[in-house]
């Protein structure tokens, strides 16, 4: 009966089978081998199964394409999380764009109010005539013509990337120090070196050879509080920005944010912050002046009812360390936080008074009471 079908029909029938289930069809008899073959049929799957439109042109063959790369690799598509970068981490992002997979690292700017910045680690890519998916080397630091991709089993296990041969780039100090400044700038523009940002390029340097990633989880539960979950960028001093995730566990007390990117003093995966109280903090003008006003008001706080649309005053105390400028003078609410704090190599961790600040659907910020300085915090994750 299949057979008597006409050939545009039997595409469209089969394209809604696995590739799995093409390659077994594919062995009843020429007929099924021949549609098997049949560029268009690839480019349905390729809907289907990666919601991406490809085109057969010349040099480019959906059905190799399929079969050699989006097949093989398709368990490493999504946005994953560092896990051998010590202290700090940092964000992977596998998408299939211009008839490749497309490996990018996602790195915050210097300003949170910048868009994130997307840098071509990998492309895996596959013509019409290859007999094999070729891995291309974009990245700057890791100098390796031979990367080995290892995708990972299920959804627990790791993604790596392998570069056996990895060498060094130069012995002259000159192109040494070049090399260098164009990494730092990148993350933190035009600043002056220090042993910070010397340490976080030579342990990014040093660990150039072995890359393994964890998917990093992003099934954020949408809630009524007046804290929008999500991925955020914020400020953290000489440390640079870094991201967090904010998660509620449907009331504002109980709010955290925790570090997806790190450093030495809160490495990643740990706490930067959490919501102690449930109640909203009604801190008048006169109490927001000065550090100290505001630490006397909070010994005895006075509070208000939340309720959406609400705008009460807002004011960074003058006394008080700007990461980066706030620039609101309302905000929607206030709540009393910990945060967390550690000396280097998060020694002594503890956490300290905090008031989390929340302005609207994608900005708060986190006043630090016993470090007198505030940062600010901007959603990111429709940016990913």
């Given amino acids: 009966m299949f057979d008597l079908l006409p050939p545009e029909l039997q595409i469209k029938i089969l394209g809604n089978v696995s590739a799995r289930d093409i390659a077994s069809v594919s062995q009843i008899n020429n007929q099924f081998k021949k549609i098997s073959y049949e560029e268009f049929l690839w480019i349905l799957l390729t809907l289907k199964d990666f919601n991406v439109k490809l085109t057969v042109t010349e040099?480019?063959?959906?059905?190799?394409?399929?079969?050699?790369?989006?097949?093989?690799?398709?368990?490493?598509?999504?946005?994953?999380?560092?896990?051998?970068?010590?202290?700090?981490?940092?964000?992977?992002?596998?998408?299939?764009?211009?008839?490749?997979?497309?490996?990018?690292?996602?790195?915050?700017?210097?300003?949170?109010?910048?868009?994130?910045?997307?840098?071509?680690f990998l492309r895996v890519r596959c013509g019409r005539d290859d007999p094999a998916a070729v891995i291309v080397n974009l990245n700057k630091l890791a100098v390796s013509d031979v990367v080995r991709i290892v995708a990972p089993a299920g959804l627990d296990t790791d993604l790596k990337v392998i570069m056996p041969n990895i060498r060094d780039h130069t012995t002259n100090p000159v192109e040494w120090r070049q090399i260098m400044q164009d990494f730092l700038s990148l993350m933190f523009g035009q600043v002056p070196l220090n042993d910070l940002l010397l340490m976080r390029f030579m342990k990014t340097y040093h660990s150039r050879a072995l890359y393994a990633y964890r998917r990093l989880q992003m099934n954020w539960t949408d809630s009524s509080q007046p804290?929008?979950?999500?991925?955020?960028?914020?400020?953290?001093?000489?440390?640079?920005?870094?991201?967090?995730?904010?998660?509620?566990?449907?009331?504002?007390?109980?709010?955290?944010?925790?570090?997806?990117?790190?450093?030495?003093?809160?490495?990643?995966?740990?706490?930067?912050?959490?919501?102690?109280?449930?109640?909203?903090?009604?801190?008048?003008?006169?109490?927001?002046?000065?550090?100290?006003?505001?630490?006397?008001?909070?010994?005895?706080?006075?509070?208000?009812?939340?309720?959406?649309?609400?705008?009460?005053?807002?004011?960074?105390?003058?006394?008080?360390?700007?990461?980066?400028?706030?620039?609101?003078?309302?905000?929607?609410?206030?709540?009393?936080?910990?945060?967390?704090?550690?000396?280097?190599?998060?020694?002594?961790?503890?956490?300290?008074?905090?008031?989390?600040?929340?302005?609207?659907?994608?900005?708060?910020?986190?006043?630090?009471?016993?470090?007198?300085?505030?940062?600010?915090?901007?959603?990111?994750?429709?940016?990913?």
């Fill in 59 to 120: 040099k480019f063959s959906p059905r190799n394409f399929y079969q050699r790369v989006l097949f093989p690799y398709r368990k490493t598509i999504g946005v994953w999380q560092r896990q051998n970068l010590q202290d700090y981490s940092s964000l992977l992002r596998v998408s299939v764009r211009d008839e490749c997979l497309l490996y990018e690292e996602l790195i915050p700017p210097p300003r949170i109010q910048d868009p994130i910045q997307r840098v071509e």
């Fill in 227 to 384: 804290i929008k979950p999500g991925l955020y960028m914020g400020t953290y001093g000489a440390h640079g920005v870094e991201m967090i995730s904010v998660t509620s566990p449907g009331s504002m007390k109980g709010t955290t944010g925790r570090k997806v990117t790190g450093d030495p003093n809160v490495p990643f995966n740990e706490l930067t912050f959490r919501v102690i109280e449930e109640e909203c903090l009604d801190v008048p003008l006169e109490a927001q002046r000065d550090m100290q006003e505001l630490s006397e008001f909070l010994e005895n706080p006075q509070y208000i009812h939340y309720q959406e649309g609400q705008k009460l005053d807002f004011v960074v105390p003058a006394d008080c360390l700007e990461r980066e400028a706030v620039g609101f003078n309302t905000c929607k609410g206030r709540w009393n936080c910990e945060c967390q704090v550690a000396h280097h190599g998060f020694s002594d961790p503890s956490f300290i008074r905090g008031n989390l600040v929340v302005f609207d659907d994608n900005m708060f910020a986190v006043i630090f009471l016993a470090l007198s300085s505030v940062s600010l915090y901007r959603r990111i994750t429709d940016e990913l």
